[in-house]
């Protein structure tokens, strides 16, 4: 079982224009909306993060074992509004019972236009987690769970045992998501995602119009039990329990009676390291894909960039870390990595779209934004870059 | 490229195999014939399949040169009903577990030895091995160094295979122009290599034991039906032309053995409806068992035989009736019509996939799916016994050209085709040594 923690570092829309002149450690509060993300943020932390921690840390207690993701964006705000939360987590990583996992620090994609900033990204992401846990981090994931052939190679040269990918029938062809994987001849371990039965919990448990709904704690119990092969890895936002399904959903019942079911079903549950310890010489392997996989949407890119907003948003994204980059200065380059957080092109997915996909996007888009319409918040999200980019003329000469 | 048996390696994958639990078509013949002609060829040849459950996983025969790899054997200790019972599994299985194990255990040490690698995949089940052993073989640097061939012997599967990611790791073949132009329908143009027998089924039947036969049936004809009990083999057509003779006031008896598929049960009621007597008996152990049996069932128009014939009575069988009706009408290549041919049998085949069948000239071959023609034909046969010799003798002329050497002869041809598409480079060829100089007498000592 994997869990990831993330807030977004949310834009701030309507664009503002930053003035001539502004310094560098300014600029932050012309681009990202601290106030919109301290009101998810409590929001979230009310609904799931303090509700959800107590329950696993309880789960945990009674041998349920989970790995956790934390993105930095979610560690600093956790840090600046809410320390309860941050103890909260901590208490429930500090169980042996619970593995921290790394996962890319801005939640961008880094790795699309600098593959060594993304390596020192993730070797200072893994040092962070390690002293604020206080655990050794060998396992990771990226961004969205985002797996691609040098990414796997670069996570590789970190240093890490194992990584999280998605494990959709087009990406593994006749494999089972349900072993442990590794490239041909490589180290690196991959566990692919479970998605279908991920997806039973992460988005269609609290869907009435499921033909599975209500799903019980014993149904599933049963499906992971029946499934062919060594080991399923189910991945999920944290969110997920008591922010994407509510309380009233059952969501923490289901997860504390899944916890017996799955014992009474002689289902071992194991941490990620240890899963590819005890099965990782089994010999399977998987090509990565050279395009990437990601388990949003349909498992590829299309979700990201399948429409032109993302598209332009994705290539002003590019420009605004070359800008930076040019300046030389370090802080810009921080600010330009924030930029690239994924979320900035997972939020307008639904731009000229419509069908699930296009609901789950719309869901993420905070409800502040929706007073500027459809186009009023794809112009005023690239208008954020062009500022950005602007705002560095001085600065790069 | 040279494909001397002595530094050439062949790896047949197949569901079906030789064990009577993988034996469930004529892939199972085919490979088994196919491998061991291989091995007395002098290849050393390993053979993967889904064998029997409480025989060894590995055996060795032909002197070591043919090796058996009986996979999923633990699924199939789980389901006994055969080679496809427990095939998804089976397939899972067969997916995950061989390919590094051939690689490792067989392919690479092939390599490094400076052998040539081929490998023989058969049928939709090993279609997805295929890939995955080629995409582990170009990660090992290995891909160049081995010719990878998939055979399809039937459309069975077709809508599960992924063609683009087969066409890439292998080069696709068939067995008969039909078959060829089936898969057309699928943007597929596989080469036509087809299926052999062995040389030990061109035999020359005992005219003692055959004279036997023939007086026991005691019938104006004496025709023989073996196969699944598959609508495709046209069983109801055959009993239906069985039903106009005896209609007519001719004897007749039509000997059949077919499998335990349910269409059995449809065409034992189609015989009883159309006034034929049927009588159920187990298979018997040898010829003389089967006259015994036809001359204790004068009352019977159709026997129908229950249980396993030995091949050698198949033989005889074939050798003795007027008429073996492989009248199928879809049959990717008919490996009984051939193997009456070699038994000096009339074969009457359909027209589907039997290259070698050639009308009045080496057998009888039905051109539609009417009892009539069956009745016509084989009247007409009975009044030129000429040409029935003529075809008996002709049929045989012909299984001898398909017999497994003869094919692999063949086969080896379009390795070199496969080997040049697949960018396949063999290994280094021994330098030849060179010869020692001698200084010329008319060099001036040194020094």
Redesign the interface.
């Given at each position: 079982m994997y869990t990831v923690v993330h807030q977004p570092r949310r834009l701030k829309l309507p664009a503002r224009l930053i003035p001539a002149g502004t310094p560098a450690h300014r600029l932050a509060g012309y681009l990202f909306d601290d106030e919109l993300d301290r009101h998810y943020f409590d929001k979230v932390a009310e609904y799931s993060y303090l509700p959800a921690t107590a329950a696993f840390r309880e789960l945990a207690r009674r041998g349920w074992r989970m790995s956790i993701g934390f993105s930095n964006s979610f560690l600093l705000q956790a840090e600046r509004w809410s320390k309860k939360v941050l103890d909260g987590f901590k208490r429930l990583c500090a169980s042996p019972n619970v593995e921290v996992v790394c996962v890319e620090p801005y939640h961008s994609w880094l790795f699309y236009v600098d593959i060594v900033a993304f390596k020192e990204a993730m070797l200072s992401a893994r040092k962070r987690l390690e002293d604020l846990f206080q655990k050794s981090v060998v396992f990771t994931d990226t961004t969205e769970m985002f797996m691609s052939n040098d990414v796997y190679f670069a996570l590789q040269q970190c240093g890490f045992a194992g990584a999280f990918m998605e494990g959709r029938d087009w990406q593994l062809?006749?494999?089972?998501p349900t072993?442990v994987y590794r490239?041909?001849?490589q180290d690196l371990a991959l566990l692919p995602r479970h998605h279908q039965l991920s997806d039973d919990v992460g988005y269609r448990f609290s869907n009435q119009a499921w033909s599975m709904w209500p799903l019980t704690p014993e149904v599933y119990a049963d499906w992971v039990r029946e499934c062919?092969g060594d080991v399923v890895t189910l991945g999920w936002d944290f969110e997920t329990f008591g922010e994407h399904h509510r309380r009233d959903s059952g969501i923490f019942e289901f997860m504390r009676a899944l916890n017996t079911q799955l014992r009474r079903r002689k289902v071992r549950m194991l941490l990620p390291s240890e899963a590819i310890a005890e099965l990782g010489d089994s010999?399977?392997?998987a090509?990565v894909s050279e395009y990437g996989t990601t388990w949003a949407g349909e498992g590829g890119m299309e979700f990201f960039l399948g429409n032109q907003a993302q598209q332009g948003v994705f290539r002003l994204m590019h420009h605004a870390y070359s800008k930076a980059r040019l300046t030389g200065d370090p802080a810009l380059m921080d600010l330009a990595k924030w930029l690239l957080q994924s979320d900035n092109l997972h939020l307008i997915q639904w731009f000229g779209r419509s069908g699930s996909e296009a609901e789950v996007s719309a869901y993420f888009t905070p409800s502040e934004w929706w007073e500027l319409g459809d186009l009023g918040i794809i112009r005023e999200q690239q208008q954020v870059y062009l500022n950005f980019i602007r705002a560095l003329d001085d600065l790069a000469k | 490229m040279n494909l001397d048996p002595r530094r050439t390696v062949f790896v047949i994958l197949s569901f079906e195999g030789p064990d009577v639990y993988s034996q469930a078509g004529g892939l199972g013949v085919r490979v088994k014939g196919l491998a061991r002609s291989l091995a007395r060829a002098g290849y050393l040849t390993y053979l993967y399949f889904c064998g029997d459950p409480d025989l060894p996983g590995e055996e060795e025969q032909e002197g070591g040169r043919l090796r058996y790899r009986r996979w999923c054997q633990w699924i199939s200790a789980m389901h006994r009903g055969g080679v496809y019972d427990g095939e998804e599994?089976k397939?899972?299985d067969w997916?995950?577990s061989l390919p590094?194990s051939l690689i490792e255990n067989v392919i690479a040490p092939a390599i490094s030895a400076g052998n040539h690698v081929v490998v023989l995949g058969e049928e939709w089940h090993t279609s997805?091995s295929m890939?995955?052993i080629s995409?582990?073989l170009?990660?090992?640097g290995l891909r160049d160094r081995v010719v990878m061939l998939w055979n399809a012997n039937n459309t069975y599967g077709f809508n599960r295979i992924?063609w683009t990611?087969l066409n890439f790791a292998s080069t696709v073949t068939t067995v008969s122009r039909y078959m060829k132009f089936r898969m057309w329908e699928w943007g597929q143009n596989p080469i036509v290599i087809p299926n052999g027998i062995s040389r030990e089924s061109i035999v020359e039947a005992d005219p003692q034991v055959v004279e036997d036969l023939r007086s026991s049936a005691g019938a104006d004809h004496f025709w023989f039906k073996i196969g699944r009990f598959d609508p495709d083999k046209r069983w109801l057509m055959a009993v239906s032309a069985a039903a106009q003779l005896k209609r007519r006031g001719n004897t007749v008896k039509l000997v059949m053995r077919g499998g335990k598929e349910p269409h059995g049960a449809e065409v034992m009621n189609h015989a009883q409806h159309q006034g034929l007597v049927v009588r159920n008996a187990p298979g018997p152990p040898d010829a003389s068992g089967m006259a015994a049996l036809l001359r204790d069932s004068k009352q019977a128009d159709l026997i129908n035989l229950t249980s396993f014939l030995k091949d050698s009575l198949v033989m005889n069988v074939y050798a003795a009736c007027d008429a073996v009706l492989a009248n199928s009408g879809h049959e990717p290549f008919g490996l009984v019509g051939l193997e009456v041919m070699a038994a000096g049998g009339i074969a009457v085949t359909g027209s589907t996939g039997e290259d070698y069948a050639e009308g009045y000239r080496n057998a009888v071959v039905l051109e539609t799916d009417d009892p009539i023609e069956i009745v016509t034909e084989l009247s007409v046969l009975k009044e030129k016994p000429r040409l029935v010799a003529g075809l008996r003798k002709r049929g045989r002329a012909t299984a001898r050209d398909y017999v497994w050497e003869k094919v692999i002869e063949q086969l080896l041809l379009r390795i070199d085709f496969a080997a040049a598409r697949q960018a396949v480079t063999g290994p280094e060829e021994p330098q030849p040594r060179a010869a020692a100089r001698r200084a010329s007498r008319a060099t001036p000592p040194r020094g």
């Open positions: 062809g006749w494999r089972d072993h490239h041909p001849m062919w010999g399977h392997e090509p | 599994g397939i899972r997916n995950s590094p997805w890939k995955l995409d582990a170009y990660y090992r992924d990611g």
